[in-house]
């Protein structure tokens, strides 16, 4: 029996890892979901026991892989706040925004049985909501395009620009126009509360999408 | 196979086969007696045989015939009786049923039914033991045709009785040539028996056949050999049986197995043998005394705790299959064979045996165990041994007793305080003697002491306590250098395979001399005695393998002289004194000596402070102002006293201060007194060597060696900036001040402890991480205990591991100590003090892991708790208040302050809650209220028992603050009249009080009942007259410890209850209110802190669960609201308002902030409400959303107009689901609450509705910049 702390070192990686794996899923799934990209890219693939879809284009993957690969040493050290899915129209101004927004509980420990089981529970919970989420969403211009958005807390921001973790794969800040929607509407999807994780997913959907 | 091999085959195994001279002295000891006792026993039974002269047993387990009743036989009838498995002496063992590995180790010994003795001594002759043999061995052997006979018998019997045809007969029996006189007559024996035996009986018994020839000869040659061979295995067995569930439970028998047996006190003896003491008379109860004793008599100094080992160490072997010691036994047995002539056969015997004990198939025979345990101990049996064992080392360690015994004593120092606190005025028999003694002596120029008022301190200090409390009834060794250790021998042992005492020794020498060079390292220890110059590396030195490793607790003077020092081995010791006599160690003495010694002084004054169990720190100043006598006088009189009644000397010390009174008792010893006085200070201390300075341990004064300082003097001239860099700032400071002899420290007579710990670094040898964490999890419990008993918590918990230094040998030269070892420390800081072991466990554990430490080297574990804070707060803000009962605080405050320290208040979430809902009455509680509950009889509180009977009065005060009692009009007297005796009195009472007091009374009743309501059920009206304001807390005092708000309680299913239970809940509820109304006597602080209304809380109670949509602002109290709320309502449904809080609202309201120690308050544990440090938005106590649903829905459909604050209750709701980040809740509530609203026939839901919306899409707005999509 393994038990982990906040004091393990790796106690954070091993949320981020859980958490960009999950992070990976949803974005592939939101642009099925949302038809940023012909259904043809799309694979069936079966993860948290539950069918998602996954692009297999080689270029796409690469830019999901190496985006969560650069949010990862924020999650690991709880630096990042929220991290979006922003669905842009033609003029590049959103008309979603799928907001994960994470905080991680300030509780002092967790046990690894219960950990695994149950977390994947909860993202298995919210990946089903996501691919349900057309239901109450409206339906997109055509030739949306997406980007991913983060927010940090305090002063992560600095660091970011500092270090590259991928070489020419910087973040830059994003512009007013990416983050700010007009008369947004938000719909919550899900929140999970689990021992190493609390995050809720919620859609800000613009109310004029044409 | 050659000696060598076996050395290193056992020194590979994990070195545990090893033994000391402690445990041969013992069995020697136990023979003598056995001899010595023989003779009574037969004297006293009068039959007598010799029919088993040469037969040696040992009794494993549990046996019918008992092992005491065999014992007695063999004592009857010539035999010997091993309490230890010795294999060269024991010929044969005694067992009904031996476990797996037992079996493994005692293949190829002779095990034998007890029914051998038994039929034995019918038979009036010695039978073969064949017959009874329990376990049948798989031998290749050679077999002489000597027992040609035999065999075939065995056969016959074999093949008949044994259905496993896998032990070839001739297998085994294998007499040895040159024992043929011996195994001849076994064999003829045993063809006799063979034949008379019952057959079918030993179906289930394999034979085991072989003859141990060696057994009888190696007997003979042992006798002349000095006793320090082949032991362990039978302590093995008594170790384990001693032990409940030791063999149940792998884990257990390592490590922490051992106190168990170590530290057995004389009654646990006896405990464990009551029948037997009867039975076999004073024989018996003397060797278990005895033996008891020479457990116990170790443990005191380190060194003598440790050398329990032997019974400890082998338990930690015991369970495993292999058997380490036996592979010693084999090497022992070696030599010894090959100087017997003709003995090569044996020589291949013994191999053979070895080798089939190695690849045997067995049973595992796990009850063979519990049977075994419940023999030997059929008082304690039943008790779970796992939890018990560590704090039953510490309660039967004597080391642990003594570190103890100061607290003990500052407790006592305590106790006589508050004592004299509450009678206002001690006795002090001794200050009046000295008083008399003035008068007498006034006329004389005795009495020229200048009155002066100087503080002075005294410093006792018993001389050499240990061996004078030894000697004093032994005249004789007064005078001659005289020990206290657990050694009597000579001072030399064997020495164990495995061991290296010479590295170690090496070690400690490169880190004595690695000391003096590190001189810029700032790590430094600091030790508390002033003693440190002694002999560093405890006299060790490269002969030390043979010497005893028995530390000297204490030693006399005249031992001194000589060079011994206390803590040195005894050997060594015995070396440098050769006629140093050693005493044994006598804690009842030195506990009665210390007592009477501190009984003594207390006698003087009461400012003592405790420093160990023979030194204290008096604060004279007072005394001596007040009796007018110089400190030499008093000095001299308390020595007079103690010498007096003690019978030992003490040295006294004086001086202005603690320093100097400490280095003045220096000076003092022995058996002196010395006064420092302030003028000679300087010159005192200036001579002084630093390392007399307290703090300044080893490693400090080799550090000042390095900086030419040696004297105070020297010191005196390092500047406070040099000092204060070298040695860190603090540290610095005092060196500074010490070498000047100044010192302000007071003399405390209580202590404000810094850390509660537990920490055994002996005999620590893990082999799996679960015996580590169960391990951990049995010292947390042990610190939990001593948490509790300091009345404390902590938040730091620091988890400290010794670990063996890598190159160290596996085995350390002390037995079971912990050798050469790295120490690791990790600790965790907690989010809220706690004292519960299971917390510290997990906590614990878990920073076990993160130290990735290999168990197997493990050597010692300890657990600290820091950051303490009193466990039940204090509401002066005193802080901790060690040592201190309620009792003392209530006997010694004002009346006035008691409801502070209610206990009762701690009725966990209570408080809060309660003070709101009682705010408003508490500012016109009439004090002088009549005692409304003080007569009644409580069943099930805990008040009875909490307060003191002397204090009458006081439970008055608290319990008449405020019951709660709707005006006389409003209630129906038929159910006033229903009610008990007392509690109608009560009400009455009220009534006319409140007649007298018309102006407060009105406010007291709480929205009563309006006449428009329907009347209440009987027993509900019972409930309603007494406690109209409960909110739904548990309730810890009594039997029932849950109560439901009352408001719950529906009166349906009360009506319907028995009418006991409805007297006690009845009662429950009065003592709710009670416990409320203490809380609400202290609560004003905590009042102010709650003033949302909120809906009702709806607690989990027995009753039946409503939810019920309530509220009332205390502006708005009154019947109005319910009227509107609840139109058409059940009567439970109209019962007066109620304001609950909820948890959420209580920022850093500790409860426990309001707790008092108690004997019935601190049982009950608070885990509940410590660690939930965000909780959860709760709409009226309500946090799944199946119950926000049910609870909107009630609200919805049975209210046709909303009230305000119950939408602004869920406008708050909402809110915080908001800032919980559960949008989710939020959208599901928000939209579920749409359709409830909308739907409803009444338009004030629909704006309700859009009000709540509107409230909750700013607070969304706010939050997230956009606002929620409602479909």
């Known amino acids: 029996m393994t038990t982990l702390t906040r004091q393990d070192l790796n106690f954070g990686q091993v949320v981020a890892d859980i958490l960009c794996e999950f992070l990976e899923v949803a974005i592939h799934l939101i642009l099925y979901v949302r038809e940023i990209y012909p259904s043809g890219i799309f694979q069936k693939r079966k993860k948290y026991n539950v069918p998602v879809q996954m692009s297999c284009h080689p270029e796409l993957n690469q830019y999901i892989q190496d985006t969560l690969h650069c949010v990862k040493p924020l999650i690991e050290k709880n630096e990042a706040e929220k991290v979006v899915v922003v669905i842009m129209d033609k003029e590049h101004h959103p008309v979603e925004r799928f907001v994960f927004e994470i905080s991680q509980p300030p509780l002092l420990s967790i046990s690894s049985e219960t950990l695994l089981s149950h977390v994947e529970q909860l993202l298995r919970a919210m990946i089903l909501k996501i691919s349900v989420c057309d239901a109450v969403l409206d339906n997109n211009p055509p030739g949306c395009t997406f980007t991913v958005l983060v927010h940090t807390r305090e002063a992560a921001t600095r660091n970011m620009e500092k270090v590259q973790v991928i070489k020419d794969f910087p973040w830059i800040v994003a512009d007013e126009q990416e983050v700010h929607m007009e008369e947004a509407k938000l719909i919550p999807l899900k929140t999970m509360t689990s021992d190493i994780l609390k995050m809720q997913l919620y859609v800000e959907e613009r109310t004029l999408k044409t | ?1271």
């Open chain 2, 1 to 1271: 196979m050659s000696r060598d091999g076996w050395r290193k085959k056992a020194s590979e195994d994990d070195g545990w086969g090893g033994r000391g001279g402690y445990m041969a002295a013992k069995i020697s000891k136990l023979e003598e007696q056995f001899q010595k006792d023989a003779p009574r026993e037969k004297q006293k039974d009068g039959t007598s045989s010799c029919i088993f002269s040469g037969v040696a047993i040992y009794v494993n387990g549990y046996t019918d015939p008992s092992a005491d009743e065999l014992r007695r036989l063999m004592m009857l009838h010539g035999g010997q009786f091993h309490v230890y498995y010795t294999r060269s002496k024991t010929t044969h063992i005694i067992a009904t049923n031996l476990p797996n590995s037992k079996i493994q180790e005692l293949k190829g010994e002779k095990v034998v039914r007890p029914e051998w003795i038994t039929d034995s001594i019918k038979a009036g002759r010695q039978l073969s033991y064949v017959q009874y043999q329990l376990y049948a061995k798989q031998k290749s052997l050679n077999f002489t045709s000597v027992c040609a006979q035999g065999k075939q018998d065995l056969l016959s019997t074999n093949d008949t009785s044994k259905p496993s045809p896998n032990h070839p007969q001739s297998d085994n029996i294998k007499p040895q040539p040159s024992h043929t006189q011996t195994l001849s007559k076994e064999v003829l024996r045993s063809t006799h028996a063979n034949h008379t035996a019952n057959f079918t009986e030993r179906t289930n018994h394999q034979l085991d056949v072989r003859l141990n020839g060696s057994c009888s000869i190696i007997f003979e040659e042992d006798a002349e050999r000095p006793r320090v061979n082949g032991i362990h295995d039978g302590d093995d067995d008594n170790a384990c049986a001693l032990l409940p569930g030791g063999s149940q439970d792998a884990l257990l028998t390592n490590g922490y197995v051992h106190p168990v047996n170590g530290a057995l006190k004389p009654q646990d003896s006896f405990a464990e043998h009551p029948p037997h003491v009867v039975d076999t008379g004073s024989h018996q109860s003397h060797l278990l005394q005895t033996e008891s004793r020479d457990r116990e008599e170790p443990s005191c100094s380190s060194a003598g705790s440790k050398s329990n080992s032997h019974q400890r160490s082998l338990i930690s072997t015991a369970s495993p299959a292999k058997q380490p010691g036996l592979h010693n036994m084999q090497k022992d047995l070696h030599p010894k064979l090959t100087s017997n002539p003709g003995t090569s056969a044996q020589k291949g015997n013994l191999h053979d045996h070895t080798r089939v004990r190695l690849n045997g198939s067995y049973h595992m025979t796990p009850n063979s165990s519990n049977l075994a345990d419940s023999s030997n101990q059929p008082g304690r049996s039943g008790q779970g041994a796992e939890a018990g064992i560590i704090s039953e080392f510490f309660s039967h360690s004597r080391l642990h007793h003594i570190s103890t015994w100061r607290n003990e004593f500052s407790e006592y120092v305590n106790a006589l305080q508050s004592r004299r606190r509450t009678a206002g005025g001690a006795v002090f028999s001794g200050k009046e003697k000295l008083k008399k003694l003035k008068a007498n002596c006034s006329s004389g120029s005795l009495m020229a002491a200048p009155q002066v008022r100087q503080s002075c301190i005294l410093h006792v200090d018993m001389d050499c306590f240990f061996v004078s409390v030894g000697i004093r009834h032994r005249p004789d060794l007064i005078g001659k250098p005289v020990a206290v250790t657990s050694n009597r021998g000579p001072g030399r042992v064997a020495q164990r395979p495995g061991a290296n005492p010479q590295l170690e020794f090496q070690y400690y020498q490169r880190k004595q001399k690695q000391y003096r060079k590190e001189k810029t390292d700032g790590d430094l220890e600091m030790t508390p005695s002033p003693q440190c110059d002694e002999v560093p590396h405890n006299g060790v030195d490269l002969d030390l393998a043979a010497l005893s490793m028995a530390e000297i607790a204490s030693c006399s003077y005249e031992a001194r002289q000589a060079g011994v020092r206390n803590g040195m081995f005894f050997g060594r010791a015995k070396q440098l004194c050769p006629d140093l006599q050693s005493v044994p160690y006598d804690f009842q003495a030195y506990k009665e000596v210390a007592l009477s010694m501190y009984e003594t002084l207390a006698s003087y004054t009461h400012n003592i402070e405790a420093l160990s169990c023979d030194e204290a720190l008096l604060d004279a100043t007072n005394l001596l102002v007040e009796l007018g006598v110089t400190p030499d006088d008093l000095a001299r009189a308390i020595r007079e006293d103690i010498k007096e009644k003690t019978g030992c000397s003490a040295s006294v010390g004086m001086g202005s201060n603690i320093l100097l009174a400490r280095m003045a008792t220096r000076k003092a010893k022995p058996n002196g007194q010395y006064f420092l006085r302030s003028e000679e200070v300087d010159d005192f201390i200036r001579d002084q060597p630093v390392s007399s300075l307290p703090g300044v341990g080893r490693s400090m004064s080799s550090k000042l060696t390095s900086l030419g300082v040696s004297t105070c003097g020297d010191l005196q001239q390092l500047s406070i900036s040099r000092l204060q860099r070298e040695f860190g700032p603090r540290t610095g400071q005092t060196l500074f001040r010490f070498c000047r002899g100044l010192d302000d420290r007071p003399v405390r007579s209580e202590k404000e402890r810094k850390s509660v710990s537990a920490e055994m670094n002996y005999n620590i040898r893990f082999t799996q991480v679960e015996e580590a964490e169960s391990f951990l999890s049995n010292l947390s419990m042990e610190v939990q205990k001593r948490l509790e008993g300091a009345g404390l918590r902590g938040r730091r918990i620091t988890l400290k591991v010794m670990v063996r230094k890598p190159g160290a040998p596996l085995e350390p030269a002390k037995y079971g100590g912990h050798g050469i070892c790295d120490n690791f420390a990790r600790s965790v800081l907690l989010a809220q003090p706690t004292d519960s072991g299971q917390l510290i466990a997990t906590e614990a554990i878990k920073l076990f892991h993160a130290m990735k430490l290999d168990v197997k080297d493990m050597r010692g574990v300890g657990l600290q708790v820091q950051q303490l804070e009193g466990s039940h707060a204090d509401p002066s803000g005193q802080g901790p208040s060690r040592g201190r009962s309620i009792k003392d605080l209530l006997l010694a405050k004002q009346p006035a302050h008691s409801p502070k320290k209610d206990p009762l208040a701690q009725d966990g979430l209570t408080s809060p809650s309660s003070s709101r809902a009682f705010s408003n009455q508490e500012r016109v509680t009439p004090p002088s209220s009549p005692p409304s509950t003080s007569s009644d009889p409580m069943p099930g509180t805990s008040k009875g028992g909490f307060y003191h009977p002397h204090t009458p009065n006081h439970v008055r005060t608290c319990l008449n603050v405020s019951i709660e009692v709707p005006s006389p009009s409003q209630v129906d007297h038929s159910v006033l009249e229903a009610l008990p005796v007392d509690i109608r009195k009560q009400v009455e009472q009220s009534w006319r009080h409140r007649e007298e007091q018309p102006s407060t009374s009105s406010h007291l009743s709480t929205p009563p009942r309006t006449s428009s309501s329907p009347p209440p059920g009987p027993s509900l009206g019972t409930i309603v007259l007494q406690f109209p304001n409960q909110p739904g807390q548990p309730c810890t005092t009594g039997i029932i410890l849950e109560l439901p708000d009352f408001s719950q309680v529906d009166p349906d299913v009360f009506a319907a209850l028995p009418r006991e239970l409805q007297e006690e809940l009845c009662s429950a509820y009065r003592n709710k209110g009670n416990a409320q109304a203490h809380v609400q006597a202290q609560s004003s602080a905590v009042e102010q802190k709650n003033t949302f209304p909120q809906l009702k809380q709806p607690a989990v109670g027995k009753l039946k669960r409503r939810y019920k949509k309530r509220n009332a602002s205390p502006a708005k109290k009154g019947p109005s609201p319910q009227k509107k709320l609840f139109p058409g309502n059940s009567p439970a449904k109209s019962s007066p308002s109620k304001m609950l809080p909820l948890p959420l609202k209580q920022p850093g309201l500790k409860t426990e902030n309001v707790q008092c120690p108690s004997s019935s308050s601190t049982d009950v544990p608070e885990t509940l409400s410590k660690f939930n440090p965000r909780p959860v938005p709760t709409l009226a106590g309500a946090y799944e959303f199946s119950d926000i649903r049910t609870l909107l829905r009630e609200w919805v459909t049975t209210i046709s107009e909303p009230m305000e604050e119950d939408i602004l209750q869920v406008v708050k709701y909402c809110t915080e689901l908001v800032e919980d980040k559960d949008l989710e809740k939020l959208y599901l509530v928000i939209k579920y609450m749409k359709r409830l609203m909308q739907q409803s026939s009444e338009s004030v839901w629909s704006m309700a509705f859009d009000f709540i919306l509107d409230n909750v899409q700013v607070v969304v707005q706010q939050t997230y910049g956009s606002t929620l999509k409602i479909t």
